[in-house]
C-alpha cells in the first residue's frame, strides 16, 4: 500500500488560454488532514476537479490511493468530494438525495437509508431531512453537500470550502467533524480561513497559479519547533534589546520578535530566559507562541515568492 | 455499513437503475415534469374531444344523406362511417397502401387517434422535455456529485432510462385518458378491443419516443449549456425529420434510389408507417430500428460527454 492517498506529478491544466494547473505537484501522505490554501484562481477546485475525474487534465499525473488516476470502477465508494458552487437536484429531499449517493457508493438500499440518516445527524440537518432541497437556506445546503462527502467509509476526502456560508457556530461544529476525521481517513480541505486550517489540519500546501508553491507537515511549514515569536507591546529597537538578550541573535520586525532556536534548543529553556529579561527591560509581552501562524506563514511565503 | 460492489458490467446496471430510478423520482416532483405530463394527457383527451365532436358532425351530414334520425350521442353510426368508401380513400392516398387502409379501417378509432397523436406529438415533447437533462445537471454542477460515485457511462444510460420511463409515464396517460373520452363519449365504444389496440399503440408509439429521446440526450451531452442543448434538440428534430422527407422527394429518389432509401432509414420518420401495420413482425422490426436508432444517437452524443470536463 502506497504510503500516499494522493500523488500529482506535473499536472497542467488549461481553460483557453487560462492556465489553471501549471506542473501542479504533491503529495498527501496517507491519514493527512491536509488544507490546501490560496487564492481565488489558484488552482484549489480544478485540483479537486482533476483528482475526482471530473476535470480531464491536459498533462501529468495522477495517482489515487496508489492505483493510479481516478478510476470509478477502483475508486467509488472509496474517495468522497465536496466540489465548490455545485447545487444539489433541488425537488428531491435533503434524506432523498443521500440515499441516492450512498447506492451509487455500493450501499444496500437499507444501508444507504441509514447511512443517510447518520450524515444528517452529523451536519445536524436531522430535522429537515424530509424537506427539499429548494426549501433548505444556503447554509443548509451547504451541510447537506458536506454531509454527501462523509457518506460510507472513504478512504479520501477532498472538500472544497466546506465552510463557505456558514454560520461561525456551525464554521465551530464543521471544525470538530473534519477533526474527528482524523487517523480514519485522509481529507485534503481548501479554505480561505486560515485559522480553521491551522486549528484542525495536520498538514498544509500553498498553492498559488497553479502550482504548489510549498506543502508540508503544519509544524513544519509554520516552523512551530525552530521559531519562538513573541509579540511585544511596542515596537523597540534591537539596541535596546542586545542588552537584555545575553548574545543571542533574534530578529526583530516593528513589535514582533522572533527567536530562531538552533538545533536541539528547547524552546522552554529560551522562553524561560527571555521573557523575564524582556519585561525586566519594560517591555510588554502580548504573546509568546512556537512558530509562526499559518496566515503569517502564508503571507511570508507569498512576499519572498513576490521579491522573486 | 456494507458497500457491496459487485463485477464492473452488473455494477454498471446497477448503477444505471439507481440513476433512472433517481431521476424518474426527481421529474415527477419537478414542476416541469408535472406540466409535461399534463400536457400529453392533455394532448390525447383534447384530440379525442376533437375527434369525437368531429365524428358527430359527420354521422349528423351521413343521417342526413341515409335519410335516418340524428344522434345525440357521436358513435352510434360509426361502422357506417368507418365502412364508407370515402374514408377508405381518404386512408389510403394517407398510407399509400390499400391492405394496410384496410386494416386500419378495422382498429377502433378512438386508438387509431391516439396513435396519430401520440406519433406526431410525443417527438416534439420529449425533445422539449429532454433535452436538458444531462446538460442541465451539468451546468448546475449536480454531476460532481455522482461521477465520483459512478462512471459517466452508467449515470448517462441511467438519465436515459430514467426520460424513458418517463415519457412511457407520459404515453400510458395518454392512452388512458384516450379511453376515458371514449368511454364517455362515443356510443358504439369497446371497451376491452379500444384498450387492446390503446396497449399496442402505448407501445409502439414509446419506441417512436426513445428514438427522439436518444436524440434529445445526446445533444444533451454535448454542451453544458441548458438554452443551447434545447436549441440544439429542436434543430437536431427538425433535422431529422426535414432530411427524411427532403430525402423522399421525387427528385432525389429518382436521382439515387438506393442511396436516398438507405440513408432514409437512419431517421425515424421513415419507420413511424410500419408501426401502424396490423403484422406484428412488421412492428417489431420497426421497434428494433428505432430503438437502435436510439441507442446510437445517444452514444453519439456519449462520445463527446466521455472525453469531457463535466
Redesign the interface.
Known amino acids: 500500500m502506497s504510503r500516499f492517498a494522493l500523488r500529482l506529478k506535473g499536472v497542467e491544466k488549461r481553460y483557453g488560454k487560462t492556465r489553471a494547473l501549471d506542473g501542479l505537484t504533491l503529495d498527501v501522505p496517507r491519514g493527512a488532514l491536509m488544507g490546501l490554501v490560496g487564492p481565488n484562481g489558484a488552482g484549489k477546485t480544478t485540483t479537486f ?1 482533476v483528482v ?5 487534465p491536459d498533462a501529468g499525473h495522477v495517482d489515487v490511493l496508489g492505483e493510479g488516476p ?1 478510476d ?2 477502483r ?3 472509496r ?3 465536496l ?1 465548490q ?8 429531499s435533503a434524506r ?1 438525495i443521500l440515499a ?2 450512498a ?6 438500499a437499507k ?1 444507504a437509508a ?2 443517510a440518516d447518520r450524515v444528517l445527524e452529523l451536519v445536524r440537518l436531522s430535522d429537515r431531512a424530509g424537506s ?1 432541497v429548494s426549501q433548505l437556506s444556503h447554509g443548509m445546503k451547504r451541510r447537506l ?1 458536506v454531509a ?1 462527502a462523509l457518506l ?2 472513504p478512504e479520501l476526502v477532498l472538500l472544497d470550502e466546506p465552510t463557505g456560508g456558514l454560520d461561525p457556530h456551525l464554521v465551530v461544529a464543521m471544525r470538530e467533524i473534519l477533526g474527528a476525521q482524523r487517523g480514519q481517513r485522509t481529507v485534503v480541505v481548501s479554505s480561505h480561513i486560515l485559522a480553521d486550517l491551522e486549528a484542525t489540519c495536520d498538514h498544509v500546501a500553498f498553492m498559488e497559479d497553479g502550482r504548489c508553491q510549498k506543502s508540508g507537515p503544519v509544524e513544519e511549514v509554520t516552523r512551530r519547533g525552530a521559531l519562538v515569536r513573541i509579540q511585544l507591546a511596542e515596537p523597540m529597537r534591537l539596541e535596546q534589546l542586545a542588552a537584555i538578550l545575553d548574545g543571542r541573535d533574534p530578529e526583530l520586525e516593528g513589535d514582533v520578535l522572533r527567536y530562531h532556536l538552533s538545533p536541539g534548543e528547547d524552546p522552554a529553556e529560551v522562553q524561560r530566559a527571555l521573557l523575564p529579561a524582556l519585561i525586566e527591560a519594560g517591555a510588554g509581552v502580548l504573546e509568546v507562541r512556537l512558530g509562526e501562524s499559518l496566515e503569517a506563514a502564508y503571507m511570508s511565503s507569498r512576499s519572498r515568492r513576490d521579491d522573486r | 455499513m456494507s458497500a457491496t460492489r459487485s463485477p464492473a458490467a452488473l455494477r454498471g446496471l446497477r448503477d444505471a437503475w439507481v440513476v433512472a430510478r433517481f431521476d424518474l423520482g426527481e421529474s415527477l416532483r419537478s414542476r416541469k415534469v408535472l406540466i409535461f405530463l399534463a400536457l400529453y394527457a392533455a394532448g390525447a383527451v383534447a384530440a379525442a374531444v376533437i375527434f369525437t365532436e368531429v365524428l358527430q358532425d359527420i354521422e349528423e351530414a351521413l343521417a342526413e344523406q341515409l335519410l335516418v334520425a340524428r344522434t345525440s350521442q357521436p358513435g352510434s353510426l360509426t361502422q357506417a362511417v368507418m365502412e364508407a368508401p370515402e374514408l377508405r380513400l381518404v386512408l389510403v392516398r394517407l398510407v399509400r397502401d390499400e391492405e394496410l387502409a384496410d386494416a386500419l379501417l378495422r382498429v377502433p378509432p378512438i386508438a387509431l387517434l391516439y396513435h396519430w397523436v401520440a406519433l406526431t406529438f410525443a417527438p416534439v415533447f420529449v425533445v422539449f422535455t429532454s433535452s436538458d437533462a444531462i446538460s442541465g445537471e451539468v451546468s448546475t454542477g449536480s454531476v460532481r456529485y455522482a461521477l465520483f460515485r459512478t462512471d459517466r457511462t452508467s449515470w448517462a444510460a441511467g438519465k436515459l432510462l430514467g426520460q424513458t420511463l418517463l415519457s412511457g409515464v407520459g404515453l400510458a396517460l395518454g392512452a388512458v385518458g384516450a379511453w376515458i373520452v371514449g368511454y364517455l363519449q362515443l356510443a358504439s365504444f369497446a371497451p376491452l378491443e379500444t384498450a387492446a389496440w390503446l396497449a399496442r399503440y402505448v407501445v409502439t408509439a414509446f419506441f417512436f419516443a426513445f428514438a427522439h429521446l436518444g436524440l434529445a440526450l445526446g445533444v444533451s451531452q454535448l454542451t453544458r449549456s441548458v438554452p443551447w442543448s434545447r436549441a440544439l434538440g429542436l434543430f437536431a428534430l427538425a433535422f431529422v425529420f426535414g432530411a427524411h422527407g427532403w430525402l423522399g422527394r421525387d427528385a432525389v429518389q429518382e436521382e439515387a434510389p438506393v442511396l436516398a432509401a438507405s440513408l432514409q432509414q437512419v431517421f425515424p420518420a421513415a419507420h413511424r408507417l410500419d408501426l401502424w401495420r396490423p403484422s406484428l413482425w412488421d412492428g417489431v422490426v420497426a421497434m428494433t430500428v428505432l430503438a437502435a436508432l436510439g441507442f446510437v444517437y445517444f452514444a453519439i452524443g456519449h462520445l463527446r460527454f466521455a472525453r469531457r470536463d463535466a
Do not use: K, Y
Request: proline residues 7%.
Open positions: 476537479g475526482s475525474g471530473a476535470v480531464r481516478f470509478p470502477a475508486h467509488a465508494g474517495m468522497t468530494v466540489p458552487d455545485c447545487a444539489l437536484n433541488p425537488s428531491s432523498q441516492f449517493q447506492r451509487l457508493q455500493g450501499l444496500t444501508a441509514r447511512e427539499r453537500a454527501q460510507g467509509d
